[in-house]
């Protein structure tokens, strides 16, 4: 009889982690809570139109292209992928806004129209980034936060000093134009920490975003978890929707399988793919290795404000992506990070995926969908959702000179008390615990439990931290840790 394994949650992570698992002989189940898998990646259908839930970028195709082969599989087996040209547009005023294109040449002509000279700066900075981008996939990514020895590599000894400047101090070293600067520190924005606090070597992220490009699947984000679900499925894995977890059962501190409205399913290894909090609170307080108080000091990435909007008409004068940075940067990240507080103007981002995708909306209609960063753990009301959906109104139609709330079909909305109903997320965080110094690599809540065997955890919370690409890389770390310390009992 094979070794039987309960994964909870549904999202990449536990996807990979269960593909993974089944290739390798394991009898897979996986129990997700909502109707739909994807976890933070679902989909909303309304009227004719289709909104990602979750994240909308898809960077760092390298990843994907490592994860399929890996089952003798490509992303094309599954899903239509388009790069996108331009890749995003970042608006700073009124038709006032910098166009990032497809390629690194043209790149550079946006920058030098900027600020002439700032091009030669970019090459070398985004030169430097391609060697942090090759050193972390090859060398560290793929490490499972074990040990600390893990991170000393040759290439790395030679970058020590970039674990200990930042993000911020070398972008504003090579760049005076404020507005290069804020395109460049953007990207870290995915990391969920302030530049200020993002160690310099996170310069990889500059090159996945200008070296590699953004793309986007046919018919959204939702694609690359149904082409998961698929290939689990062809794998054996067995996936169980509305089965939100009760318990995790704790035998001889030796987990044993998990309890799903009353009934009891027996399992050699349980790996929680759910919010790593909310998996502890599963365990008796004994067997939990973290406390209320090491969450609380942890720094989460935001939470978020979301708008799914369903326009009468086409919009433009906006990209598939498009952001907005026309307010204080500082100030906002302030207000996420230093003194939690609803921001008073704050930065947004727009996606249009129905610029680029015609299954995104009907025929001469629009798909848009706003994202307004927020500190985890503040009040959340309809009222404030109201608010400030007024508030970015207002500056896109000022900004791109268009009027559109009268165009409006239909509008749902999404918050912290969304995120930690549907996800049991820990103060209803989007994107789980960031990227800083002091909480990277081994450094991060454990893959494996140090009290209770057989018991495993994936995730955004966990190794190798935020991100779809990183979610991906999690579910196969588990599982390498999984087969290594468990043979397949055939």
Known sequence: MKNNISIIGSGFS?????CYLAKAGFDVTVFEKNKDIGGRARQLKKEGFTFDIGPTWYWMPDVFERFFSDFDKS?????ALEKLNPAYSVYFGKNDCITIGDTLEKICIAFENEEPGSSKALKRFI?????NYDIAIKDLVYNPGVSPLELITPTTLLRLNQFYSTIKKDVRKAFANDRLVKILEFPVLFLGAKPSDTPSFYNFMNYADFGLGTFHPLKGM???????QSMAQELGVNIKTEHPIEKIIIENRTAKGVISKGQVFHSDIVISGADYHHSEQLLDKKYRQYTEGYWNKKVFAPSSLLFYVGFDKKLINVNHHTLFFDTDFDSHAEAIYDHPKWPDNPLFYASFPSKTDPHSAPNGKEAGIFLIPLAPGLEDTVELRSQYFDKIMKRFEDLTSQKIVNHIIFKESFCINDFINDYNSFKGNAYGMANTLMQTAFLRPKLKSKKVDNLFFTGQLTVPGPGVPPSLISGKLVADLVIKHHKVIL
């Open 14 to 18: 536990s996807l990979a982690a269960s």
């Open 75 to 79: 992303p094309s087996d599954y899903y």
């Open 127 to 131: 030169n430097s980034a391609k060697k």
């Open 222 to 228: 939702y694609e690359v978890i149904l082409a998961l």
